[in-house]
Structure formats: C-alpha cells, structure tokens
C-alpha cells in the first residue's frame, strides 16, 4: 500500500456498530491497522453480517479522519434486520458520522416490526407446540375450578367482571401458596424470561422487564384456564355435558344402531358372543376416547365431588390429557400474541431483540447489492441497487437458452445473463430495481512534484 493510496477495508462483521450497540470494544487488530497504519488512507469501510444497508460519512472536522465512509450491507441475507435501532450512531474512532443511506428506512423498519403481534403466529406455527405446553404446566395445579360459577352469582356484569378478576388474582396466589407444578413453571418462566432478555441493558431493567414478561403470560394462562372451566361449568348446569357418564356417545350410537339397522336374526350378539365381548367394548372405549368434552366434564364432577383422591391412576391421567389437549387449542394464539406483543415493544421502545424480533417475521424481501466503478479520472463511484419485493416463484428464461453463447464467456457480456426470471412479469427484479444509494469517493490529490508521487 502505497502512501498516497487509498484503501478500502473489508471485515466480516460491522463491529463498528455491534460495539456501539452492545457498548463493546472487539476488532482491536483493525482498529490499530486504521488508525496507526492507514493513518486517514482508509477510505471506506464494509462489512455485512446486518441484513440491511446503511451507510454513515464522516462530518467535516479539524481532526484527522480516519475513515471517510462506513458502509453495512448484508441485504442478501436469508431474513432482513431492523435499521431503526442503529438511528442513534454518531461517532466512531474518535470521528463524528452521519447517516447518510439507509434501507429500509428507519420509518418503515419501525413499522415492520408491527408484524410481530399481527403475523408471529403464521410465521411460526410451530412455536404452538410449546407455547401451549408452558401455558398448561403454568395452570396444571389449578384443575378443576370447582366454584367458578359463582362469578356468574353477581346481578350485574361490572359486578361479574370484578369477580373474574377477583377470581384470576386468587387463582395466582393459589399458584405461589399451594401449588408444586405450577409453582415449579411461575419459576422457570421467570428465571428464563430474565436470561432471555440481552445484556444491553443493566440488571435492574432486565429484570423488570423479564418480569413483565412473565407476569404476561401468568396472567393470560390463567385468565385462559378460569375461562375454560366456567365454559365447562355452563355446560354441565345446562345438562349439555356430564349427563350419562363417560359412554354418553357410545349410548347414542347403541340407540340409533337399533332403530336404524334391526338385527332379528341376532347377528351383533352371535359376534359379541363369539368375540368374548370384544366386538361392542372396542366400539364401546373408543367412543369413550373420541367424546373428550364427555370424559373431561364427568371426570370433573367427580373431582368437585369427591376430590382428586377418589381417582385411579388411570382416571386422573385421563382428565389431565382431554383437559391440556382443549386448554392447548385455547392458549396457542394468545401466547403467540403474547410473546409477538413483547418482541414489538423491545423493539420499538428498548432497541433489543433486533435478531429474535425480525427472524421470527422471516422476510425475504429487501434485497440489496453494492457495485463499484471506477472512473477514468481514479475516482470510485459506489451503487448500491435494491429490489424491494423479491419473487416467490421463478422460472426458466427461454431467451437465455436461445441466445448464442461463446465458450467460456462472461455471464455479464450477455444480452440474457441469467438462465431464471421471475414466473409473473409484474414482480421481474430487473423492471423494479432501483437505486438507493450513490456517492462518490474521489481520489486522493497527489502533488506531481513529489518524487514518490504516484503517475
């Protein structure tokens, strides 16, 4: 490197950023190579790593600058990161900076972050799986409630609605007084709400914030939970469940089977006979299996009657299963809600969770790549060209496969370079990409009369 060179440096990670997010000092190597060596030759600085673009210069300043331009460009990542929660760089090497690209721009990188309570779910169904499984172990010891019906004694709904509330704040002090699981879960919730939350922030904010969390979905598993069992509670008082025992089903299906389809010849009890039973019990346990609400709600009035003791093993087992498999299908969308909502307001409010918030939303779009050209004058022009909706579905490109190609020729001396296009012409990258970014870095002026100038 010539001394009146000029050098752009090129890094993996853009630590000049990741320092000042995380109030960290990495890359002490490069920086000591900037700062001892180049000494003002570095012209400009990239990275990628941030699935986004943003490019900050270097203010006029009295100091000696160490380098001109930084630049971040990792668009073509598999999914896009957030801009808005980098808005606040201003300074780097002892140099003062200013943004001067950005994309996607710090407005609509705030409003994407909204698809974290709206699409959380739809992107990832399979976050159910233990969302549902948390909100039940949270509220396990808390089955049955066998007086929710009293929240329905009061005469007006503003005196239903408090005793709910009563109800739910109860059921939460049951949960810290009496309960082992539950009691186990409120714990473990908490203790991993803490951990999750990043170390930018200090101790005191982190746990505040973990407990908030977790106080969310307490609060909404349980609310979740009284709801069930006063559906469950209205059901019984209305003779719509736990009216025949647990083959209410089975009975119905005797009942039809007799009057719809007569046997005199007496074939179904030449088969029971010649089974040992076995023909009508399968039907008769099956059934049984099938009529969860049935078991679940029969189950239940023996609970409230007798208690959980009077239960075999078995039965207990039974009751739990038809209880997390209802409870499951009730509290999978609103712990998506849930936890989609806290993700939003970290990053939003606090400016964390920039990686969980937008890899969760799993967007693909906002592709981006920066190209250089160099002048004959020695100045570097540098484009930065984006497509802001990318296609889902592409096909082959005919054109590419006519056009006569000599051997071993460069793709871009092409008419047709690549051999995909888009399926549908309205969302072709080639019809809609644009520029985001263009700056020019001139070249450094060199006196002719030196004798180590450069020609």
Known sequence: VGEH???????????WLLDWYWGDKTGKNVTYLIREYLKGRCK???????HHYMRHSCTESKEPVHVQHLL?????GAFLHPTHVFENFKECYGNKYETKAVYPSYEDSS?????NILKFRRKNWQFDVIGGFVYFVLVFSMFPQCDSFRILHEDSWDGRVNSFFNATWNAIFEILEHSY????GVLTLLTVSFFFVPTKLSRRRRALLGFLHAAAHITSAVLLMLLMELGIEICIRNHLLATSGYHTLYEWYRQ????????????????????FGLYPACIKYLMSAFDIPEVMAVTRSTICRKGIESLPRGGAIIY????????????????????????????????IHFDEAFSSLRIANYKAFTRFHIKKSGDLEVFTLAVDKVPKEWMLDPDWDMEPKEPLQMSHTRRFPSKWRAASGWSDPTSVVRVVDQFVIPRTAVDPLLPDSAP
């Open 181 to 184: 699981v539950s009691l186990a």
């Open 5 to 15: 060179d000029s050098v752009i440096l090129i890094t993996h990670e853009p630590n």
């Open 44 to 50: 400009l600085r990239m990275a990628g790593d941030l």
């Open 256 to 275: 039809a089977e007799s009057e719809h389809f007569p046997d005199p010849t007496g074939l179904r009890a030449r088969l029971e006979q010649w089974t």
């Open 72 to 76: 971040v460009n990792g668009c073509g």
């Open 320 to 351: 739990y299963v038809s209880v997390f498999l209802y409870f499951w299908v009730l509290s999978t969308p609103v712990v998506s809600m849930v936890f989609g909502s806290y993700l939003y307001v970290c990053i939003n409010w606090f400016h």
């Open 111 to 115: 409003k994407i972050a909204l698809g």
